[in-house]
Antibody
Framework: QVQLQESGPGLVKPSETLSLTCSVS?????????WGWIRQPPGKGLEWVAT???????YYSPSLKSRLIISVDTSKNQFSLRLSSVTAADTAVYYC??????????????WGQGTLVTVSS | SYDVTQPPSVSVSPGQTASITCSGD??????TCWYQQKPGQSPVLVIY???KRPSGIPERFSGSNSGNTATLTISGTQAMDEADYYC??????????FGGGTKLTVL
């Protein structure tokens, strides 16, 4: 069974960098699929953030692209997200998930439990 | 950019059929999927590729997609189906895009 687990600080100061890691078990990232991050501000809807393939091909939300870096570490079976210059608007539950990709599309079939990141001084 | 739109809320009586729509320009030309999210939980995929059900999802969940609208249908709605539902599609301008979500209330 594929399992994903987010980790990282729950509190980040404004203007600093948010860093999260997703550890994958039950499946090797190197075997395929895409992997990514989706966030959900408190009381609001889902927002796609970024996606990466084990080959390191990466895709970013146009609205966040200038502040984002997504990376993968196949040796640790993990992938990570860095979001710089954060503001209160970046406060959200951040989910990591697996994307099954097909025909220039795809669906998120496995999700982590999510981690709340609060941006506050 | 590409957007998909959902109604904020839908209400249904137990045992009746609930329909949740997702609208977008030529959405029928794209694959759409649907997620169920209950309070405090992670989203769960309930429909992919417009109408396919993942293993473990009850048969009462079905989907369709044509023209500018995709529809999630829940037949014989149960109290346990009360949740937020999100549609999701892919577009070359915005990649993976989610609808704003629909709160399904089972009255």
């Amino acid at each position: 069974q594929v399992q994903l687990q987010e980790s990282g600080p729950g509190l980040v100061k404004p203007s600093e960098t948010l860093s999260l890691t997703c550890s994958v078990s039950g499946y090797s990232i190197s075997s395929g699929h895409y992997w990514g991050w989706i966030r959900q501000p408190p009381g609001k809807g889902l927002e796609w953030v970024a996606t990466i393939h084990h080959s390191s091909s990466a895709y970013y939300s146009p609205s966040l692209k200038s502040r984002l870096i997504i990376s993968v570490d196949t040796s640790k079976n993990q992938f990570s997200l860095r979001l710089s210059s954060v503001t209160a608007a970046d406060t959200a539950v951040y989910y990591c998930a697996r994307l099954t990709y097909y025909d220039s599309s795809g669906y998120w079939d496995y999700w982590g439990q999510g981690t709340l990141v609060t941006v506050s001084s | 950019s590409y957007d998909v739109t959902q109604p904020p809320s839908v209400s249904v009586s137990p045992g009746q059929t609930a329909s949740i729509t997702c609208s977008g320009d030529k959405l029928g030309d794209k694959y759409t999927c649907w997620y169920q999210q209950k309070p405090g939980q992670s989203p769960v995929l309930v429909i992919y590729q417009d109408s396919k059900r993942p293993s473990g999802i009850p048969e009462r969940f079905s989907g369709s997609n044509s023209g500018n609208t995709a529809t999630l249908t829940i037949s014989g709605t149960q109290a346990m189906d009360e949740a937020d539902y999100y549609c999701q599609a892919w577009d070359s301008t915005t990649d993976w895009v989610f609808g704003g979500g629909t709160k399904l209330t089972v009255l």
